[in-house]
């Protein structure tokens, strides 16, 4: 079998997505949003709060389904995907890093990474994948620390490698930086694009912050439920 590496990471195709309004009126936050990405894209989609980023980005997962459109994953039609397919599809294909980092505080940061690995069964492999990761993030030394000893950053680079843990095709940021000073936000910044390159990721971040967007190679903007360049 042949891979076809031109084939996209991401298809989203005239994606809507309503809601039942407070009074029951039909509330479109996302009225036709269309968006191709390819490994090693870097896209920002920015937003004022409330515009339906993290509801784009909830979508691209496979977290939540559109009310209309289509989401191709790694070239799998999400459309009909039984909830079983979905999990496997979002375990393998794909990371999230969120505002928070929801880390377990029982477990240390090398087990927080392994959580994703579990359905696979784990093993020396995924260890040492995890092991080189903390590595690469700056946390050798830390691994077998829980999160209240780690400061913010460090956790939400925690969380950055539990996303990755599984070689995920696609990593999704909702505000990965919200919680950050700017300085750590922006450190945060450079070791997501590292890695986009480095793992030929295809890097999806919405954010209210114009100046993570900036860092991205393409920049769109969600507004009235559309995006625009
Ligand atoms: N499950 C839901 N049910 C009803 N309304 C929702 C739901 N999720 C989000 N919304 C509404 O959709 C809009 C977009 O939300 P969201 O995607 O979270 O925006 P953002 O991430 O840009 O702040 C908001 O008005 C929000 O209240
Ligand atoms: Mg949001």
């Known amino acids: 079998m ?3 590496t031109t084939l996209p990471i991401i298809e989203l195709d005239g994606i809507t997505k309503t809601y039942p309004g ?10 036709g949003v269309s968006l191709v990405m390819a ?22 997962g496979a977290l ?21 397919a979905l999990a496997a599809i979002r375990n393998r294909r794909v990371g999230f890093v969120f505002q928070l980092h929801h880390l377990l505080p029982q477990l240390t940061a090398l087990e927080n990474v392994l959580i994703p690995a579990l359905p696979g069964g784990g093993g020396a492999a995924v260890r040492a994948r995890a092991e080189h990761l903390l590595e690469r993030v700056g ?17 939400q680079r925690v969380a950055v490698v539990r996303a990755l843990i599984n070689s995920p095709s696609l990593l999704l940021a909702d505000e990965p930086t919200g919680s950050l000073d700017g300085d750590t936000a922006s450190g945060l910044v450079d070791l997501l694009l590292d890695l986009n390159r480095e793992e030929e990721l295809a890097l999806l971040v919405v954010t209210h912050s114009e100046s993570v967007a900036a860092r991205m190679a393409r920049r769109y903007r969600l507004d009235h439920g559309q995006l625009s360049s």
Do not use: F
């Not at 559109?66 to 999400?78: A, H, I, K, N, Y």
């Open 2 to 4: 042949t891979t076809d």
């Open 22 to 31: 407070p009074d029951g009126e039909a509330m479109d936050v996302l009225k």
């Open 64 to 84: 939540d389904v559109p009310t209309r459109g289509r989401v191709v994953l790694g070239g799998e039609d999400l459309a009909g995907a039984s909830e079983r």
């Open 39 to 60: 490994a090693g894209d870097a896209v920002a989609v920015t937003g004022p709060s409330g515009c339906g980023k993290s509801t784009l980005l909830n979508i691209a």
């Open 139 to 155: 946390l050798a030394d830390r691994q077998h620390d829980r999160p209240s000893r780690l400061s913010g950053g460090e956790c």
